[in-house]
């Protein structure tokens, strides 16, 4: 099921809150928050009409309302620790849960709550160029040639950004055998090719297909087919790099928060039910790559997915979260070294 008619209508909304389904009884009164990255919007748009059907069949007698708030993953975790009272949080990166986390609004293991690490599925950073890829752009290399303007959000405010600045990395880190300088050139490169940083990937998505700025957009995997099926292929097209890395968007409850609203069984199987037949078919529907395929009810919507090398976070050249976050996207890291903002 494509949900892309709304894509423009909604990227305007950044971390508005909005219902996303409701059914109405005589009983209890129940609302869950969940706080969300930029691009799932759709995701939720149509997941929260089935759960909300799933939890009515089960509890016949709850008044439910579900609400999402979307926006960067980075600036989405600094809106809950600021007191954004979110039940649960479905955000892009480890590293943004783990934030939450410290300020002791949930479990400090919070990964081992819910199967394969917290994450029901995963993505990629993926090259949406324009039709018939006019500046050739293949791969990581082509991104710095003379004349290539690159759209991009920032990394400290959006977890795609962090995402393709650590694909770019990984790509350099191999080329150049480590050579941390040689790194460090390519990237700085990189992003002086980049005229502007959105706060969110939506908003880099909206730039680049609406507004019609730049050549290549470093693009969510689903983002970049909502885009295609919003314009059409004969606007856009998807450039998969030989090398990418492997997103993996995190889900938790958010205990301090759940305690409070009497809302911990809700929450609990909201996210549950994402590793459900249902919930992993409407994640592929949606463009993301379910953690349990066998379970997609539709086998053909896997099609859509080719294989692609990936690097994960925990590989050596990162170390993990723990490590990469403050060495690269924390204040002073490598991130803030590299970068001069466009004049």
């Known amino acids: 099921m494509k949900r892309t008619a709304q894509f423009l209508a909604l990227a305007g909304f950044v971390a508005a809150i909005g219902l996303a389904g409701v059914i109405t009884a005589r009983a209890d009164d129940k609302t869950l928050l969940n706080v969300s990255y930029d691009p799932t919007r759709e995701l939720y748009q149509q997941y929260d009409d089935a759960f909300a059907k799933h939890w009515a069949a089960a509890h016949p007698g709850d008044n439910l309302t579900l609400q999402v708030s979307n926006g960067g993953s980075g600036s989405q975790a600094q809106a809950v620790i600021d007191g954004l009272g979110a039940d649960v949080v479905t955000l892009g990166a480890k590293s943004d849960i783990d934030a939450i986390a410290a300020k002791g609004l949930l479990d400090a293991n919070w990964e081992s709550k819910f199967p394969h690490k917290s994450l029901p599925y995963t993505s990629t950073i993926v090259f949406l160029v324009r039709h018939g890829n006019p500046k050739g ?15 991009a959000p920032n990394p400290k405010t959006s977890s795609g950004a962090r995402w393709a600045y650590l694909g770019a990395w990984a790509w350099a880190a191999k080329q150049y055998n480590g050579d941390e300088s040689k ?16 706060s969110g990937a939506r908003g880099s998505t909206v730039t680049f297909t609406q507004k019609g700025i730049g050549d290549v957009e470093l693009a969510w995997e689903n983002d970049a087919q909502l885009a295609i099926g919003e314009f059409g292929a004969d606007q856009l097209e998807i450039v998969y790099p030989p090398q ?18 009497g809302t911990r069984a809700l929450a609990t199987e909201f996210i549950n039910y994402l590793y459900s037949p249902e919930g992993q078919t409407i994640i ?10 066998d379970l997609v009810t539709d086998k053909k919507l896997l099609d859509a997915f080719p294989k692609v090398n990936l690097v994960t976070i925990d590989d050596p050249i990162f170390g993990g979260w723990a490590k990469a976050q ?18």
Do not use: C, M
């Open 137 to 151: 752009i293949h791969d990581w290399p082509d991104l710095i040639k003379d004349g290539i303007e690159v759209v």
């Open 183 to 198: 790194i460090k050139d390519y990237i700085k490169t990189l992003y002086s090719h980049v005229p502007v940083l959105d």
């Open 284 to 293: 592929a529907e949606n463009h993301s790559r379910p953690i349990y395929p």
């Open 244 to 261: 990418s890395i492997q997103a993996e968007p995190p889900v938790a409850v958010v205990d301090k928060n759940v305690d409070a609203h």
């Open 326 to 343: 403050p060495y690269h996207f924390g204040n002073g890291g490598i991130f803030d070294q590299i970068y001069q903002p466009a004049k």
